[in-house]
């Protein structure tokens, strides 16, 4: 019966392969959801594989079965207890590709292969270490978000268990890992909440980007405001200088006004007295003559 549910997370050790030191041929991811190709070293790593050892599996969905959500005991059914088995002889028989040391940016996972059956598909990837991680889930199951799912794997349990993965016996890592798988399964059980979350990640990186267009926008402004402060504080000192220069001028009108106004008044004195000076005179004479 095809679903949409996360079934069982499984990590292996591949057996038997030279890990990689330059790149070789390379391939792309068999996915249906177009998840993006990543450059591989190939090799003959077909060839080189021995065998593949179980180090830590988990049921995730056995809770689900158990309860009657689903009716199928298939290939990768979480009630056959041999989908480890299962998942083995599906990386035997396409082994996974292991990236080289330097590739993929600090990204040990290299590009995800998947296979599918009627009802399930198994999504497997392995690292530079030949550590091999799978996720079985149901057909309907984003391979993308499995893809993504096991890249958190890898970086959580080489984290914790690298040291131990190289030597670590059949299956002996499972109790110890199991809290670490589980959590990670129930983060990416359902895609949909996966992607809102990337969405709203995807979102928070938009509104930083914003963010620092908009200091940089204020930075920009500030220094255009303290460039006009420094035009505003010329123009005032300018200000300063042609007020004072205006009083100066005002002054020095008021002087010239006044000064032709003292020599209009004189002038008119003058001529004054010059027009009355012998009015008066004869005036006089002629009141000296009646006195006789």
Not at 219 to 229: R, Y
Not at 259 to 288: C, D, Q, Y
């Amino acid at each position: 019966m095809a679903d949409s549910q996360l079934r069982c997370a499984l990590v292996y050790r591949l057996e038997g392969i030279n890990k990689p030191t330059t790149s070789t041929a390379t391939f792309g991811i068999d996915d249906d959801d177009d998840v993006a190709a990543s450059t591989l070293e190939m090799g003959n790593l077909g060839s080189q594989l021995t065998d593949v050892t179980v180090l830590a599996k988990l049921d995730y969905a056995k809770e689900y079965e158990v309860t009657g959500g689903a009716s199928s005991a298939e290939l990768y059914g979480g009630r056959d207890k041999g989908f480890a088995e299962a998942v083995k002889q599906v990386i035997l028989g396409n082994a996974p590709g292991i990236p080289s040391l330097s590739e993929r940016d600090g990204e040990k996972l290299g590009a995800c292969k998947v296979v599918n059956s009627e009802a399930h598909k198994v999504v497997y990837g392995a690292n530079s270490d030949g550590l091999c991680f799978a996720v079985i889930a149901g057909s309907q199951y984003s391979s993308r978000i499995a893809n993504m799912m096991l890249i958190e794997l890898e970086e959580s349990f080489t984290n914790k268990f690298g040291a131990k993965a190289s030597t670590a016996t059949p299956d002996s890592l499972s109790k110890s890992a199991s809290s670490l798988i589980k959590a990670i399964c129930k983060k990416y059980n359902d895609p949909a909440k996966v992607d809102k979350t990337k969405e709203i990640l995807g979102k928070v990186e938009e509104v930083k980007g914003t963010m620092a267009d908009n200091i940089a926008k204020i930075l920009e402004n500030t220094d255009k405001v303290e460039e006009l402060a420094q035009q505003t504080e010329v123009l005032s000192e300018q200000a300063n200088e042609f007020k004072k220069k205006s009083t100066e001028l005002k002054r020095n009108m008021w002087c010239k006004d006044m000064k032709m106004t003292i020599i209009v008044v004189l002038a008119v004195l003058l001529l004054a007295i010059i027009i009355l000076w012998p009015l008066i005179k004869n005036s006089r004479s002629e009141s000296s003559s009646d006195s006789n």
